[in-house]
């Protein structure tokens, strides 16, 4: 399976806790995003990643989280003492570096409940 | 402020008719427009895109059209089929270097037999 793969695809922590989501995309794509999902609506942006080097992030990202791509591979977000407004699905994709416009690929999301 | 709205949470279509869903969005810098299907406990799937500087665009049964001077595209199934049936989520992208993309909030399609 070549698509975008994220890990754990459910995460079910106590406020408090501290939680770290992982997303692989696809190989040859240099670009990555991180989105969150909340019930009834779509998903909102909240950093992207181009090679290892993070150049935006949302006002959604609070001190709280945290992202990195230390090899321009893999990525990881991090949310430290969860809250119960965290609950939501984290979804990452990944985007070929190339002119023009292109697609973006999504994994199949992570699901954190907190509790 | 929702930049990109998808008005109608719902729509019910019969197998074989046409399913039309539509977006408005209020951002004039935003130039690239993008349609993606997503089923529960899955991540969004690409459907179709169009870029500012055409009207439509066709991907075997779906066609979107872009209508600029009145801020709306629309996303036409022909013919619909029960596997159709999931959450539509038209997106949209300013054209900077990074390309992040704006979602409306959905449209839940249900086609039946």
């Known amino acids: 399976d070549t698509g975008v793969s994220q890990d754990p695809r459910h995460k079910i922590t106590k406020r408090g806790q501290n939680v770290t989501f992982r997303c692989d995309p696809i190989?040859?794509?240099?670009?990555l995003y991180w989105y969150r999902q909340t019930l009834g609506q779509g998903p909102e942006f909240l950093t992207y990643?181009?090679?290892?080097?993070?150049?935006?992030k949302s006002r959604l990202l609070s001190d709280r989280f945290s992202a990195e791509r230390p090899k321009g591979s893999f990525s990881t977000l991090e949310i430290q003492r969860t809250e119960q407004g965290d609950s939501a699905m984290y979804l990452c994709?990944?985007?070929?570096?190339?002119?023009?416009?292109?697609?973006?690929?999504f994994g199949p999301g992570t699901r954190l409940t907190v509790l | 402020d929702q930049q990109v709205k998808q008005n109608s949470p719902s729509l019910s279509v019969q197998e074989g008719r046409i399913s039309i869903l539509n977006c408005d969005y209020t951002?004039?810098?935003?130039?690239?427009f993008l349609w993606y299907k997503k089923y529960p406990a899955e991540g969004p799937t690409f459907l179709i895109s169009?870029?500012?500087?055409?009207d439509k665009n066709e991907d075997g049964r779906f066609t979107v059209f872009l209508n600029k001077s009145a801020k709306h595209l629309s996303l036409h199934i022909v013919p619909s089929q029960p596997g159709d049936s999931a959450v539509y989520f038209c997106?949209?992208?300013?054209?900077?270097?990074?390309?992040?993309?704006?979602f409306g909030t959905g449209t839940r399609l249900l086609v039946s037999p």
């Open positions: 994709a990944s985007r070929a570096l190339a002119g023009g416009y292109n697609e973006q690929f």
């Open positions: 990643f181009q090679n290892e080097a993070q150049l935006e």
């Open positions: 997106a949209a992208s300013d054209g900077t270097g990074f390309q992040k993309l704006v």
């Open positions: 169009i870029s500012s500087i055409k």
């Open positions: 951002n004039s810098m935003f130039d690239y």
């Open positions: 190989s040859e794509h240099n670009r």
